[in-house]
């Protein structure tokens, strides 16, 4: 193996850039994972993201007070020539080192591990620009040329790094909650070795362990109950404001607070794969991500940089060889290239369409959570929606009772459903409440996601859930009445109790908007597929109503997730729309989740998109501003990179056989302006997107 290929190469977390995984690399360990960073800049703001983004707004602040003043004193000379001259060096110099220390910096990093990056051209050109100036105020007899580009270097350094603040608030989107869900990770857990609770890392655990948790701490892991029985405090992560009753076979999910007595639990899940590791695999992702289009502009610069530089080289040595002109004009070529093609729009193509377009959806109520959500949502191609919360307004009311004796029903029923956090349980409490039944107490609940629920009232085994859940052994004679109250949309449960069976119907509305969403979607050539836990008759009836085509029935939360699994083996781009816990799965294995607002919090976290005002109409625009920002951003780039090519070869001298060397007394004054001006219009053209109004 050759001696380059054993190095090993990390990839720096924050801007991308390969880094040998050398013993004097940058490098910082956060949770027992290490990471190599390019240069001092993105380290800090991996580790300490607010300190960098306050460095960077000072940094942006001085710059552009100080290029103003040198802009200023460049076009309106106030002193003479001389003093006018060593003013503005003094000051250039704390905008070119201080100011501009980090592509310095950044270039140095790059260089050293033998790549190139945007920061060296940033550095070579403005250092080629600052020099010849400085070297032309201290020494004015060396160039016969006149004319000082000190302006030039000041405003590429301070546009530069003003786009680099903006891609930092693009990113600074991760939500205060979703923050403290990070704060919510157990550092340590008590696992039980011959009855007695040793302390280990949380890190340590692994699948199977035995773990006491005792009353007031955090769950460590996600797990089964298998002993003891207590109250779960789960606010952060479903969205259940009151405590969840624990007993053996209760799920617990770590993270979640023991509120209640000593409760001993089966790990399942470790690490990365609970539920807690997963949301927040997915925030330093989205802290971390760029959008994937913008890895694409940082690949190409690593071969436009050394492209340009020695354009610029073989330019600036080949007039002045093989064309005869002056030492200055081959400075000034070499300067002009540098300066014409360094890539500050292109820095900013990216982060000013994302910026503008994620701020379009916020005032709509849609919460964009960074680049890769802007970008699945252009290239979304199948939706799928859930039922029930989604597509229904989620406000269930109890519509009908079947069976023999209806209170009885109703009271059993509603007993075991007052532990349950879903609508249909709520739904069958407040009826059973505002009928006066009085609740039973009951033991052993067990919740189902996707089936039912089902506990002890006074000794009886009561079940209250899908058909299949609660098992069709016992008399019934409601059959054709369910049939037909499924067949006009409405869910219903069967309740069953020793011998006695029953049921219970359902009503839930469809929202207003439904119908238009759905149609929008299918004009926009997306192909939508409804996906519920509920009964197949239901289904038709409520996809019939919307006008949905296609549908799946009777899927289970992990259900949801193998059909978007299965979409995209498929080679579809899936955005999966939902709001329950048991929907979860399925927005994080999409392409894109967009989570309704009103939903549980763990599918607010999960989503790439947080759609506020609950409504569906308001999913349609999301992808539609997906695809505009996207529009915006390619506009952005082809312009960048366009004027590049062009203009390169004006500042390489294309210009010198029609207009003689006298073109470069002002052509690196021209490079600056046009330079500035391709920034300007890249910002011009991505604040039109403010106004796009996508219905
Ligand atoms: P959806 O996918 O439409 O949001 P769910 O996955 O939440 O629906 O539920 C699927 C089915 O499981 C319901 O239609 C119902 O039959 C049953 N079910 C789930 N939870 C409960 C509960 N708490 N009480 C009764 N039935 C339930
Ligand atoms: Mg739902």
């Known amino acids: 193996m050759a001696e380059s290929n054993m190095k090993r190469l990390a990839k720096d977390p924050v801007c991308g850039m390969s880094v040998v995984e050398s013993p004097d690399a940058l490098k910082a360990s956060v949770r027992g994972t290490t990471f190599y960073f390019c240069s001092d800049a993105c380290k800090l703001e991996y580790t300490m993201p607010s300190q960098e983004l306050s460095k960077l707004k000072t940094m942006v602040g001085l710059g552009t007070v100080l290029t103003i003043s040198i802009l200023i004193l460049t076009y309106v000379p106030i002193l003479a020539t001389q003093a006018n001259a060593y003013v503005l060096l003094l000051l250039a110099i704390p905008v070119q080192f201080y100011v501009g220390s980090r592509f310095y910096r950044g270039a140095y990093h790059a260089l050293r591990a033998k790549t190139s990056n945007m920061d060296v051209l940033v550095a070579v050109g403005t250092s080629a620009a600052f020099g010849y100036s400085a070297l032309a105020t201290v020494a004015p007899s060396l160039f016969g040329v006149q004319g000082l580009y000190f302006d030039a270097a000041a405003v590429i350094i301070t546009l530069i790094l003003a786009g680099r603040l903006l891609e930092h608030l693009t990113k600074e989107r991760a939500s205060d909650s979703v923050r403290k869900l990070l704060e919510l990770r157990p550092t340590v857990a008590h696992v039980l070795k011959d009855g007695v609770g040793v302390e280990v890392p949380v890190e340590d655990?692994?699948?199977?362990?035995?773990?006491?948790?005792?009353?007031?701490?955090?769950?460590?892991?996600?797990?089964?109950?298998?002993?003891?029985?207590?109250?779960?405090?789960?606010?952060?992560?479903?969205?259940?404001?009151?405590?969840?009753?624990?007993?053996?076979?209760?799920?617990?999910?770590?993270?979640?607070?023991?509120?209640?007595?000593?409760?001993?639990?089966?790990?399942?899940?470790?690490?990365?794969?609970?539920?807690?590791?997963?949301?927040?695999?997915?925030?330093?992702?989205?802290?971390?991500?760029?959008?994937?289009?913008?890895?694409?502009?940082?690949?190409?610069?690593?071969?436009?940089?050394?492209?340009?530089l020695l354009v610029a080289l073989f330019a600036a040595v080949g007039w002045g060889l093989a064309g005869g002109v002056p030492l200055a004009t081959s400075i000034l070529v070499f300067v002009s290239v540098v300066v014409i093609a360094c890539p500050c729009a292109l820095g900013i193509a990216t982060p000013a369409a994302l910026l503008v377009g994620t701020g379009?959806?916020?005032?709509?109520?849609?919460?964009?959570?960074?680049?890769?959500?802007?970008?699945?949502?252009?290239?979304?191609?199948?939706?799928?929606?859930?039922?029930?919360?989604?597509?229904?307004?989620?406000?269930q009311t109890v519509v009908a009772i079947l069976g023999g004796d209806q209170d009885r029903i109703l009271q059993l029923a509603g007993s075991v459903?007052?532990?349950?956090?879903?609508?249909?349980?709520?739904?069958?409490?407040?009826?059973?409440?505002?009928?006066?039944?009085?609740?039973?107490?009951?033991?052993?609940?067990?919740?189902?996601?996707?089936?039912?629920?089902?506990?002890?009232?006074?000794?009886?085994v009561v079940k209250v859930g899908r058909r299949e859940f609660v098992g069709r052994n016992g008399k019934w004679g409601g059959e054709e009445q369910a049939t037909k109250l499924?067949?006009?949309?409405?869910?219903?449960?069967?309740?069953?109790?020793?011998?006695?069976?029953?049921?219970i119907a359902v009503g839930d509305a469809v929202k207003e908007d439904a119908v238009e969403a759905i149609r929008e979607m299918g004009e926009m050539g997306l192909s939508v597929v409804m996906l519920t836990g509920d009964d197949e008759a239901t289904a038709k009836s409520v996809a019939?109503?919307?006008?949905?085509?296609?549908?799946?029935?009777?899927?289970?939360?992990?259900?949801?997730?193998?059909?978007?699994?299965?979409?995209?083996?498929?080679?579809?781009?899936?955005?999966?729309?939902?709001?329950?816990?048991?929907d979860a799965p399925a927005l994080a294995k999409a392409d894109l989740g967009l989570a309704i607002g009103s939903g549980t919090d763990v599918a607010k976290e999960t989503g790439g998109i947080v759609l506020i005002k609950d409504?569906?109409?308001?999913?349609?625009?999301?992808?539609?501003?997906?695809?505009?920002?996207?529009?915006?951003?390619?506009?952005?780039?082809?312009?960048?990179?366009?004027?590049?090519?062009?203009?390169?070869?004006?500042?390489?001298?294309?210009?010198?056989?029609?207009?003689?060397?006298?073109?470069?007394?002002?052509?690196?004054?021209?490079?600056?302006?046009?330079?500035?001006?391709?920034?300007?219009?890249?910002?011009?053209?991505?604040?039109?997107?403010?106004?796009?109004?996508?219905?």
């Open 205 to 308: 655990l692994v699948e199977g362990d035995v773990v006491e948790v005792r009353p007031g701490e955090r769950v460590p892991t996600d797990g089964v109950v298998t002993g003891g029985s207590s109250y779960a405090d789960e606010s952060l992560l479903t969205g259940e404001s009151s405590p969840v009753r624990k007993e053996p076979g209760s799920q617990v999910i770590g993270g979640s607070i023991n509120s209640g007595g000593r409760i001993v639990v089966k790990c399942t899940a470790v690490g990365q794969e609970t539920v807690l590791g997963q949301i927040t695999k997915l925030v330093e992702e989205a802290r971390a991500g760029r959008a994937p289009i913008q890895r694409l502009a940082d690949r190409v610069a690593e071969y436009f940089v050394p492209l340009i």
């Open 360 to 395: 379009n959806a916020a005032k709509r109520g849609i919460l964009v959570k960074g680049g890769e959500a802007v970008e699945a949502a252009a290239h979304v191609d199948t939706v799928l929606l859930d039922k029930t919360g989604t597509i229904t307004e989620g406000k």
């Open 417 to 460: 459903e007052s532990a349950s956090e879903h609508g249909i349980g709520r739904a069958i409490v407040n009826r059973a409440v505002s009928k006066g039944l009085k609740l039973a107490e009951v033991s052993n609940f067990v919740s189902s996601p996707g089936l039912g629920v089902s506990g002890a009232v006074n000794g009886q």
């Open 486 to 503: 499924m067949s006009e949309g409405n869910t219903v449960v069967f309740v069953s109790a020793g011998r006695e069976l029953g049921a």
């Open 544 to 582: 019939d109503k919307v006008g949905v085509q296609n549908f799946r029935a009777g899927l289970l939360p992990a259900d949801k997730e193998k059909e978007v699994a299965r979409l995209q083996a498929q080679g579809k781009v899936v955005a999966m729309i939902g709001d329950g816990v048991n």
């Open 615 to 695: 409504r569906l109409t308001d999913a349609v625009d999301a992808l539609r501003i997906g695809r505009a920002t996207m529009r915006k951003i390619k506009q952005n780039l082809a312009w960048a990179f366009g004027y590049n090519i062009i203009l390169v070869p004006v500042a390489a001298g294309l210009l010198i056989p029609l207009y003689g060397i006298g073109v470069y007394s002002f052509l690196p004054f021209f490079s600056g302006a046009a330079m500035a001006l391709s920034s300007a219009s890249v910002v011009g053209n991505s604040l039109l997107l403010m106004r796009y109004k996508p219905r």
